[in-house]
């Protein structure tokens, strides 16, 4: 595992290496079987040589550039489908892996075309434009080009044209995956037939088909509020319920038809892993439900061979089984939870005798799982609900009692006729319902998570610590000492600047803007980045996140440069996430941002030089312009200016409109950046917000040879990730610039 891991901190792959990294492995086989040589050194090598090959697989099949092409495919998985697009999974001739979406109108001659009737199995040729697998990079967040690269996409892409064919004959593997996906699109048609209310059909598609694309964005923050994303994400509860239920059924079956040829111990283990392999199939196979069946199938091979199923025997061969089948896996979190969830219960129950009640103990594995998890809680998620046991004692009885059996019975029923008993639908609809309206009292309810970020290995290293001294038995003494580490660990570093100085984050935002400044007790945020009509949006997505992990709750001012989505778009959930002192804006719904005004906070200056005035509005023009001055350095931010404002500020506004560092004005495009602006501006740096691949082309190829023939550097968010400005300490030191993309190398990165 320890050698598989090093995936997660590896910054690029070579196949020299990988041949080297081989040659050491034959050389230690040898010394093994010649020596006493110790496994470990070896195991290492073999799990980081495993994980290298798989990469260097992986990494060769994605496309490096952007390009058109007509491709000849098979639809693979479940199509999601939504108001503006329908996206899915599908595979070409050569074995490539493609996440496409069809958008409605996506250009002239499709604008009028509906979007296909999309199924599994279905063959088209298609006109698709493809990008190579991308993401933002910020080092908060969801990490898209890391769940590319695990989940083996090779491109993304969007689609043009598409007509059916029939031409293909898909690989064995390739045609299961199909037939498995048919089935589960049939069951989706008759769960969208039996029940119309919206919650409880995403509800029941999630816990049957694996299906969670039917929930909205606010049920999404409702589950991670209340800590109960991992109840309706079919894994290792569900399998392991569906398991059980399959135990029992086969010790009735045992009581009916007793016999002597297979004893009964052995036969729940058979019922209970078939049927706990047909709840998997139905989920698509996650990544999740292949582990819990792994892990399933170890204890039932240990049981056929009547050995004995230690814990920790059962736990190491499934994590050893796991990474052999797939390496990549250790980029999932869930495989970290999952893993580390199972041996913290069976850490804090083995070998410890009880003589508590059932129910007693499952209230026991709720607080120690919140022990337990505290390290990997703080290290993935920023924070550790407290209310999240009390939560649990409530859902997952419900779900195992109320509602998984019956929603089995139902889909076995839908096998044999379509014809479904109302009473055992209008069951299922009642305690969703009861569900939802649970999580949603909950949510009023709930307290406010400790939210805090992990900085650094030492600090995983005292919370993993304090979480294993906390679950020691009540024989050791004192051991609830070990609480005092957890604020040690958590302690914040002091990166504060210092009176006078000024840090800026220039976010990686796609096509767009979001700039966070922050002084020695003020935080400023310049644009907010884009909504999409999906629900997406960059404020829920990366600012709010890098927040928090810089411990700001609090934003004395939002500056809206204007009203394009991609500058303002995201400005209602961030009004949601966090308290806001004060909003500007050039659109008339805020207070005025207008030339003339300036304040200073902790000896920094803020300015604002355009526009003069909001009326009338002019788009791109009404853009608001900001100047920052701290210690002799000063930023520059223009929003989407373009030449009329350029040439406005070049002649009236010379001397204030000097900085050492320009953002670029509307991300690179023609319309700006002129010669003589850039030549008043007389900046040091450029730096531009823009997206990877973006249609727009940006920065163009005009507009870089404009501050290339002036000498200028440009750094760009698409190449650079999140950058960050740091004023220099003194006036005759040169400010710093830190690239999260460059100083953060991954292989899954480009």
Same mark, same amino acid.
């Given at each position: 595992?320890?050698?598989?891991?090093?995936?997660?901190?590896?910054?690029?792959?070579?196949?020299?290496?990988?041949?080297?990294?081989?040659?050491?492995?034959?050389?230690?086989?040898?010394?093994?079987?010649?020596?006493?040589?110790?496994?470990?050194?070896?195991?290492? +090598?073999?799990?980081?040589?495993?994980?290298?090959?798989?990469?260097?697989?992986?990494?060769?099949?994605?496309?490096?550039?952007?390009?058109?092409?007509?491709?000849?495919?098979?639809?693979?998985?479940?199509?999601?489908?939504?108001?503006?697009?329908?996206?899915?999974?599908?595979?070409?001739?050569?074995?490539?892996?493609?996440?496409?979406?069809?958008?409605?109108?996506?250009?002239?001659?499709?604008?009028?075309?509906?979007?296909?009737?999309?199924?599994?199995?279905?063959?088209?040729?298609?006109?698709?434009?493809?990008?190579?697998?991308?993401?933002?990079?910020?080092?908060?967040?969801?990490?898209?080009?890391?769940?590319?690269?695990?989940?083996?996409?090779?491109?993304?892409?969007?689609?043009?044209?598409?007509?059916?064919?029939?031409?293909?004959?898909?690989?064995?593997?390739?045609?299961?995956?199909?037939?498995?996906?048919?089935?589960?699109?049939?069951?989706?048609?008759? +769960?969208?037939? #039996?029940?119309?209310?919206?919650?409880?059909?995403?509800?029941?598609?999630? *816990?049957?088909?694996?299906?969670?694309?039917?929930?909205?964005?606010?049920?999404?923050?409702?589950?991670?509020?209340?800590?109960?994303?991992?109840?309706?994400?079919?894994?290792?509860?569900?399998?392991?319920?569906?398991?059980?239920?399959?135990?029992?059924?086969?010790?009735?079956?045992?009581?009916?038809?007793?016999?002597?040829?297979?004893?009964?111990?052995?036969?729940?283990?058979?019922?209970?892993?078939?049927?706990?392999?047909?709840?998997?199939?139905?989920?698509?196979?996650?990544?999740?439900?292949?582990?819990?069946?792994?892990? #399933?199938?170890?204890?039932?091979?240990?049981?056929?061979?009547?050995?004995?199923?230690?814990?920790?025997?059962?736990?190491?061969?499934?994590?050893?089984?796991?990474?052999?089948?797939?390496?990549?896996?250790?980029?999932?979190?869930?495989?970290?939870?999952?893993?580390?969830?199972?041996?913290?219960?069976?850490?804090?129950?083995?070998?410890?005798?009880?003589?508590?009640?059932?129910?007693?103990?499952?209230?026991?594995?709720?607080?120690?799982?919140?022990?337990?998890?505290?390290?990997?809680?703080?290290?993935?998620?920023?924070?550790?609900? #407290?209310?999240?046991? +009390?939560?649990?004692?409530?859902?997952?009885?419900?779900?195992?009692?109320?509602?998984?059996?019956?929603?089995?019975?139902?889909?076995?029923?839908?096998?044999?006729?379509?014809?479904?008993?109302?009473?055992?639908?209008?069951?299922?609809?009642?305690?969703?319902?009861?569900?939802?309206?649970?999580?949603?009292?909950?949510?009023?309810?709930?307290?406010?998570?400790?939210?805090?970020?992990?900085?650094?290995?030492?600090?995983?290293?005292?919370?993993?610590?304090?979480?294993?001294?906390?679950?020691?038995?009540?024989?050791?003494?004192?051991?609830?000492?070990?609480?005092?580490?957890?604020?040690?660990?958590?302690?914040?570093?002091?990166?504060?600047?210092?009176?006078?100085?000024?840090?800026?984050?220039?976010?990686?935002?796609?096509?767009?803007?979001?700039? *966070?400044?922050?002084?020695?007790?003020?935080?400023?945020?310049?644009?907010?980045?884009?909504?999409?009509?999906?629900?997406?949006?960059?404020?829920?997505?990366?600012?709010?996140?890098?927040?928090?992990?810089?411990?700001?709750?609090?934003?004395?001012?939002?500056?809206?440069?204007?009203?394009?989505?991609?500058?303002?778009?995201?400005?209602?959930?961030?009004?949601?996430?966090?308290?806001?002192?004060?909003?500007?804006?050039?659109?008339?719904?805020?207070?005025?941002?207008?030339?003339?005004?300036?304040?200073?906070?902790?000896?920094?200056?803020?300015?604002?030089?355009?526009?003069?005035?909001?009326?009338?509005?002019?788009?791109?023009?009404?853009?608001?312009?900001?100047?920052?001055?701290?210690?002799?350095?000063?930023?520059?931010?223009?929003?989407?200016?373009?030449?009329?404002?350029?040439?406005?500020?070049?002649?009236?506004?010379?001397?204030?409109?000097?900085?050492?560092? +320009?953002?670029?004005?509307?991300?690179?495009?023609?319309?700006?950046?002129?010669?003589?602006?850039?030549?008043?501006?007389?900046?040091?740096?450029?730096?531009?917000?823009?997206?990877?691949?973006?249609?727009?082309?940006?920065?163009?190829?005009?507009?870089?040879?404009?501050?290339?023939?002036?000498?200028?550097?440009?750094?760009?968010?698409?190449?650079?990730?999140?950058?960050?400005?740091?004023?220099?300490?003194?006036?005759?030191?040169?400010?710093?610039?830190?690239?999260?993309?460059?100083?953060?190398?991954?292989?899954?990165?480009?």
């Amino acid at each position: 595992m320890v050698g598989c891991a090093q995936l997660l901190w590896l910054p690029n792959l070579t196949v020299g290496g990988i041949w080297f990294l081989a040659g050491a492995v034959v050389c230690a086989i040898t010394i093994r079987l010649w020596s006493r040589f110790t496994p470990y050194g070896l195991g290492y +090598l073999s799990g980081l040589l495993l994980v290298l090959v798989s990469a260097n697989s992986q990494q060769k099949q994605q496309i490096t550039r952007m390009e058109h092409r007509s491709i000849q495919a098979v639809i693979t998985d479940l199509p999601v489908v939504s108001p503006h697009k329908t996206s899915f999974i599908l595979e070409t001739a050569d074995h490539q892996k493609i996440l496409v979406s069809h958008y409605r109108g996506f250009q002239t001659r499709a604008a009028t075309t509906p979007i296909p009737d999309y199924k599994p199995g279905e063959q088209y040729h298609f006109e698709v434009l493809l990008k190579p697998p991308h993401g933002t990079a910020n080092g908060v967040g969801f990490d898209r080009e890391r769940w590319l690269f695990r989940h083996g996409i090779d491109a993304v892409g969007s689609i043009q044209q598409a007509r059916q064919s029939e031409n293909l004959r898909p690989a064995f593997r390739t045609s299961l995956t199909i037939k498995i996906n048919q089935w589960r699109h049939h069951v989706s048609g008759q +769960l969208n037939r #039996l029940f119309p209310d919206s919650r409880s059909n995403a509800l029941l598609h999630a *816990l049957s088909i694996g299906d969670k694309s039917r929930f909205e964005p606010q049920d999404h923050r409702l589950f991670q509020t209340t800590g109960t994303a991992h109840i309706i994400a079919i894994s290792g509860l569900h399998i392991g319920m569906v398991a059980a239920i399959g135990g029992g059924l086969g010790w009735l079956l045992f009581a009916v038809f007793p016999q002597q040829r297979i004893p009964r111990p052995l036969i729940q283990v058979m019922i209970g892993l078939s049927l706990a392999i047909a709840y998997a199939a139905l989920a698509g196979f996650a990544v999740s439900t292949q582990r819990a069946l792994i892990m #399933l199938s170890v204890y039932a091979c240990f049981k056929w061979i009547r050995r004995s199923a230690y814990a920790w025997d059962v736990w190491s061969v499934s994590l050893l089984l796991v990474l052999i089948s797939d390496p990549l896996s250790v980029l999932d979190n869930g495989f970290w939870l999952s893993f580390w969830a199972v041996a913290v219960l069976i850490f804090a129950f083995q070998g410890r005798p009880t003589s508590s009640p059932n129910w007693l103990n499952f209230i026991k594995v709720q607080w120690l799982l919140l022990i337990g998890m505290m390290p990997l809680s703080f290290l993935q998620f920023g924070n550790l609900k #407290l209310f999240t046991p +009390l939560v649990n004692l409530i859902a997952i009885p419900l779900m195992t009692v109320l509602l998984i059996p019956f929603l089995l019975v139902m889909l076995f029923w839908l096998h044999l006729s379509p014809d479904v008993p109302m009473i055992l639908v209008n069951h299922l609809d009642s305690v969703s319902r009861l569900f939802w309206r649970l999580l949603d009292w909950f949510d009023t309810m709930a307290v406010t998570p400790i939210s805090w970020s992990v900085y650094g290995i030492w600090s995983l290293v005292l919370l993993t610590l304090a979480a294993i001294i906390l679950l020691m038995p009540k024989a050791i003494p004192q051991r609830f000492w070990a609480l005092l580490l957890i604020p040690i660990a958590l302690w914040p570093p002091t990166d504060r600047p210092a009176v006078g100085h000024f840090r800026a984050d220039i976010l990686d935002v796609g096509q767009g803007t979001s700039v *966070l400044i922050r002084t020695r007790n003020h935080h400023i945020l310049y644009d907010v980045g884009a909504r999409f009509p999906s629900g997406y949006n960059f404020a829920d997505a990366t600012i709010v996140p890098l927040l928090k992990h810089h411990r700001i709750h609090y934003l004395d001012r939002v500056i809206l440069s204007h009203k394009d989505n991609d500058h303002a778009g995201a400005y209602p959930a961030l009004n949601k996430a966090i308290k806001i002192g004060q909003t500007f804006s050039t659109d008339g719904r805020h207070m005025p941002c207008v030339a003339g005004q300036a304040w200073t906070w902790d000896q920094v200056r803020f300015e604002i030089i355009s526009p003069y005035n909001l009326q009338p509005y002019l788009n791109n023009n009404s853009s608001c312009v900001l100047k920052v001055n701290g210690s002799g350095f000063s930023f520059l931010l223009t929003g989407d200016i373009e030449q009329a404002v350029e040439y406005r500020l070049s002649q009236h506004h010379r001397q204030q409109i000097q900085s050492d560092v +320009l953002l670029i004005p509307h991300h690179g495009s023609n319309t700006s950046s002129t010669s003589e602006f850039v030549s008043a501006v007389n900046p040091q740096l450029a730096i531009n917000s823009s997206g990877a691949y973006n249609q727009f082309k940006h920065p163009t190829e005009q507009v870089k040879a404009n501050y290339e023939n002036l000498k200028i550097p440009i750094i760009d968010t698409q190449t650079s990730g999140r950058i960050t400005l740091i004023t220099p300490k003194n006036k005759t030191d040169s400010f710093k610039t830190f690239q999260f993309r460059h100083q953060n190398p991954r292989i899954w990165r480009r």
